[in-house]
């Protein structure tokens, strides 16, 4: 068999040999109505005849992201526009990486044995998983990614408070800066953000793709919304549609880590009653510039290969 690059076994400081040059990486699809998708490996694959999660190595210039939701076609048909990516969680073993990319259906998708890698696919009730034979890091995974299966981290920004976080004459234009702000935020949305980075208590090693929802007032009150980015118009006070808008978040998805960006303090009580992390607009600056970095070095990566 003729090797693609990045493809190849690695001998890894913990004394196993693991397949992807670049390291690998599984998509761990969640259907709320079916389960989890797995995918019983072929007796010649590398632990054949074990069930886990699609997936393979990462090439060149790839995310682990892309990798998995790649793989995931190849072997399954199901594309990568028919899933959203929520989250991942990386085991680093120094000379070599896996990567679990958590993510959702959006709407009906129909998976399917598309190469000999696969005998077949299974959707599977959460509560049945552990009754497969798994393969044995996926079995060591799973409680933990059983934790954060189907939910999202949801940025709640005060436009108005992030704005007047920089002196850089947004009093101005108002509308225009605000803008921008949206702008980069939908840049993080693509990214996406350590757990650690927004205040959520979870390992270093999780990764999440933020839904944002940018709350707007006064002269910014009509800024438009673009992908990655919902945008909520104030019609009175800017703190009461924040809290409004967490408590809906609330009542719809109670299991999603909620963050509301903002420096004020009574604010900050309001959400904190209501189960929510926050976050000082400093730090949400020096993510917007840490993503607009990766961004960079993404597209010249991709220009280089």
Not at 157 to 186: K, S, T
Request: proline share 5%; net charge negative; with cysteine.
């Amino acid at each position: 068999m003729l090797l693609g690059e990045g493809e190849g076994f690695v001998s890894c400081a913990c004394g196993r040999k693991h397949w992807g040059l670049y390291g690998a990486a599984g998509l761990l699809l969640v259907d709320p109505r079916r389960g989890v998708l797995l995918q019983h490996r072929a007796m010649w694959t590398h632990h054949g005849s074990t069930w886990a999660l699609p997936g393979g190595a990462v090439l060149p210039g790839e995310t682990p992201a892309d990798a998995a939701t790649r793989e995931t076609e190849e072997e399954t048909t199901i594309p990568p526009h028919a899933v959203r990516v929520l989250a991942s969680c990386a085991e680093d073993h120094g000379t070599w990486r896996y990567t679990t990319v958590l993510a959702t259906v959006r709407g009906e998708v129909e998976a399917r044995v598309a190469n000999g890698e696969s005998v077949a696919l299974h959707w599977v009730p959460l509560d049945e998983v552990e009754e497969y034979p798994l393969h044995q890091d996926f079995a060591a995974a799973w409680p933990l990614l059983r934790e954060q299966l189907d939910r999202q981290l949801v940025l709640v920004v005060d436009a108005a408070n992030v704005i007047g976080a920089r002196p850089d004459g947004w009093w101005r234009d108002r509308a225009g800066a605000v803008a921008r702000l949206r702008d980069r935020l939908a840049a993080l949305s693509r990214i996406g953000v350590a757990a650690h980075r927004v205040g959520l208590e979870l390992p270093r090693r999780w990764c999440w793709w933020p839904r944002v929802v940018l709350v707007t007032e006064g002269k910014a009150r009509h800024v438009a919304e673009v992908a990655g980015v919902e945008v909520v118009s104030a019609t009175g006070e800017g703190d009461d549609t924040i809290v409004g808008t967490v408590v809906e978040l609330r009542s719809g998805r109670p299991q999603d880590h909620v963050v509301v960006v903002t420096a004020d303090r009574e604010l900050r009580r309001r959400v904190g009653e209501l189960d929510c992390v926050s976050l000082g607009p400093g730090e949400l600056w020096r993510l917007l510039e840490e993503s607009a970095q990766a961004a960079r070095s993404r597209s010249r990566g991709r220009v280089q290969t």
